[in-house]
Nanobody, 126 residues
Framework: QVQLVESGGGLVQAGGSLRLSCAAS????????MGWFRQAPGKEREFVAD????????YYADSVKGRFTISRDNAKNTVYLQMNSLKSEDTAVYYC???????????????????WGQGTQVTVSS
C-alpha cells in the first residue's frame, strides 16, 4: 500500500504561480512513477503530468505544456508540480497518483494508476 498526501493548493491570481507537493509513504521502495490529475467543477478528471522513477520520463497534457513542471525527490518520497502562468481554467482539485514505473503505456489513463491522494484545491482568480 502507498499513501499519498497532497499540499500546496490555494488561491492565486491569474498569472501567478503555485507549487504543489505530494508526499508518499508506505511501500515507497517499490518503483512507482507519479502523476498529477485535476478535476474542475462539473468536469471529468483529466491528466496533467507524469514522471518516471528516474525522472528521465516526463509527460504533460497539452494544456499545461510550457507552464507546468513536474519533478520528484526520491530521497524525500515527494513529487512536485510547479505551476506558472496560471489561468482561471486551471482552477480544479489536483490529485497525485502512483503507477508502476514499467507501465508506460498507461500514462495519462486514470485506470493505470493504483494509488490516489485526497486532492488539494487550486483556485485561480481572474
Amino acid at each position: 500500500q502507498v499513501q499519498l498526501v497532497e499540499s500546496g493548493g490555494g488561491l492565486v491570481q491569474a498569472g501567478g504561480s503555485l507549487r504543489l507537493s505530494c508526499a508518499a509513504s508506505g511501500r515507497t521502495k517499490s518503483s512507482y512513477a507519479m502523476g498529477w490529475f485535476r478535476q474542475a467543477p462539473g468536469k471529468e478528471r483529466e491528466f496533467v503530468a507524469d514522471i518516471s522513477v528516474s525522472s528521465l520520463g516526463t509527460y504533460y497534457a497539452d494544456s499545461v505544456k510550457g507552464r507546468f513542471t513536474i519533478s520528484r525527490d526520491n530521497a524525500k518520497n515527494t513529487v512536485y508540480l510547479q505551476m506558472n502562468s496560471l489561468k482561471s481554467e486551471d482552477t480544479a482539485v489536483y490529485y497525485c497518483a502512483a503507477r508502476f514505473d514499467y507501465r508506460t503505456a498507461v500514462v495519462g489513463r486514470e485506470t493505470g494508476y493504483d494509488y490516489w491522494g485526497q486532492g488539494t484545491q487550486v483556485t485561480v482568480s481572474s
